[in-house]
């Protein structure tokens, strides 16, 4: 089978194809830095961290671009309230967002431009889009002149001629259609301000994406990402200036969308109460746990999170990582049998599931029929099987961004101890100090293991 | 005694005062992110967090803002080396110092831009600075006329005929003196570049940081720092630029500058192979140990580290932490009495070393003074004593950056388990595994304290 990605463009299902060969390029709409992230944008990012896992699992290199908009109507409003500069609330928050996605286990992307990194950049493609005809200069900003485009609402599947005039975004009398977009803003008292040719003032909210693209990952790229409250405006829009600026088409060979979040059926908002950030996410449960919780649900449907769920996704993460434990033991005290496995047939079944349009539920479900499969005769295996049923786990499990659990030197240190002080207390037939060591120990999450070659201990998430 | 603070430029203490009442600009020069961050970069940043601390202790608001320079001949080379974006050289080493400061407990400064940021305010900068006949453009790049600044030489104190004239930096057939710098560099084979106004290319190595400072912190400055190494060319361009672009003088009022390192007496450098990456430095010491070790080096100065060095200071910084959590406990168990103690003394002796200069060596002494009053008589200290004393030598923990320091969840429940049994051994008079116990988490960093309440433990670094 080869990879299929769903197309929101096409609308359809097609074949994997890079631009350049063994070489994915691959750009995430990322988050606006004016307050913390939370767990919606984590459903974005550790999916997108999973796409990125498995392009490379199927021998891609992989280019992850995610942008940081840091001037915007709500940096500039935070700013405002705390009487500091944009740039102050920009920062404070992209370094939340950097917390946030290595506490949930999402790798780093290649590169994480601001949009104000990228302004001299702007000034070149605003102003060839002028001189192509695309844009024109108005008495408050340079705006994107829709009706030249004719591809308009391509992406999104709106008519084109409701775009042109039927929209109310942004609304200005000096527009000549009224679905046309800023480009440039002019200067307004009290908000940054950069001196652009044109006329002092600040970029729009589409042309970073555009730029940011063209200059760092080229004219034309593989994947675009984001959620699905941007398909239009904004990637309807990116699509025009980026088309209209290279004169090539497509620009994006996959547009994928990851669908938006509930909490307990309810849109989450601040004002609803509801909101939750990443790490009051952590004190719920641990990134483990929130990454197969992400990863059991289909990436395209709308989400539901409920304490039910990621309570449930918590126990399942444990079984996942005991399996895990068991084999590493099993195999490490040579605990082991002379019966043969093959296990071909199961990441099969995973490889698939990804394969079809990263069907992580699908792949879920085909790691857990493994783990049952072999987890009863872990003891029966011969060292060859045992050490593939391992690798091919680990390899799901990385595959599914679940972290590799440990604990601190000093930790380890403590629990050699006091694991070694319940094997004199068993020898003593003291079981009653041993069993409870054994319970308090399993509550922190660390369980035991009693085998041949004495007590081994593991972590859970 | 008031702030006073030594100022490269004027080769003096000078009473420290601010431009705006009550708040203080500072920017310090940050690393060029083409590799790891090492303890040398780790001195400055930590020195300079120290400021931002006392600064704030003394009631002003600090916005601290510290440069990325990720375009450079650094980033490009080894971009080309590994046939990627320099940008992506450039933001692995941004987040791999971003860990550096967090691991260090350094605060992460308010505004961080990379130099790219900041390009199409350099286009106005350097515009400006052509116009009012401070830069010329020649056949290679844009460059600055130190015969047009009359100050030229005044930071680091050269003279200025020999600056015009004898300098060999930067060669070029096309510069008016020998000693002119470039602000933008044409455009070269195998370089990122940029559209700029006067010819496509990139730009040249000072003018980030004085566009940073007028777009981020305004025409002029209370505090700029950086390494001694930076003193010529780099900041004494920046003044020119600087003043040259604004008409307004000083550009910055305290020039800070940190001593170099040295590593057992050798310079650090990777060909000698004696450079210390910042994660390598915590498998020596923790960061606690590495915070004291620098504070009791008289910033200015080189400092020469020595393994016997951060061993010293490792030990050092443990008696600080006992001394804390003595007291904490001896207040949480009221194992107290009635004496009543004046610390005013030791936090004067604390304020006026810092007031000096950041006189750290002087204020790590009063600190380490303080604590051997004390110590001795926790027990027969008043409540009100107690609590003062503990106030008072976390204030001064804080200020020279040394970490809370604590367990996880997990661990603290884990120890509290072996410090029952122990407890249990104890009463059946099981002395041997009970000073096993407490031996093997000494061993781990717990340290148990056996008060009339029962037993306590308490973590050091």
Known sequence: MVLRIYDTLSRQKKEFKTIEPNHVKMYVCGPTTYDHSHIGHMRTFAFFDVVRRWLEYRGYRVTMLINITDIDDKTIRRANEEGVSFAEIADRYMFDFIRALRSFNIRLPNIMPKATSVIADMYYVIQTLIDKGYAYVAEDGVYFDVSKFEDYGKLSGQKREFLLTGVRIEPSPYKRNAGDFALWKRRKEGEP??????????????????????????????????????????HENEIAQSEAFTGKKPF?????????????????????????????ALE?????????????????????????????????????YRAQQALRQAIADNELGDESVDVTEYMKRFEDRMDDDFDTPGAVAAMMDFINAFQ????????????????TLETMMYILGLPEVSVDERTARIIDEIVRIRSEMRREKRYDVADRIREELAAAGIELHDGKEGTRWFVLP
Not at 253 to 271: A, D, N, P
Not at 302 to 309: F, H, L
Request: overall charge positive; some cysteine; charged content about 20%.
């Open 376 to 391: 009863g005769k872990i003891y029966r295996l011969n060292e060859e099987s045992a050490r593939t049923v391992l690798k």
């Open 284 to 320: 719920m449960a641990p990134a483990a746990a929130w990454r197969l919780y992400y990863a059991t649900n289909a990436y395209r449907q709308p989400m539901n999170i409920t304490e039910q769920g990621i309570h449930q996704a918590y126990e399942t993460v444990k079984r996942i």
């Open 193 to 234: 301000f950069w001196h652009a040719p044109w006329m002092d003032g600040r970029p729009g909210w589409h042309i970073e994406c555009s730029t940011m693209i063209w200059k760092y990952l080229g004219e034309q790229i593989d994947i675009h990402g984001g959620g699905t409250d941007l398909i239009f405006p904004h």
């Open 252 to 280: 994006v060979r996959y547009w994928m969308h990851v669908g938006m979040l509930k909490i307990e059926g309810e849109k989450m908002s601040k004002s609803l109460g509801n909101f939750i950030t990443w790490f009051k």
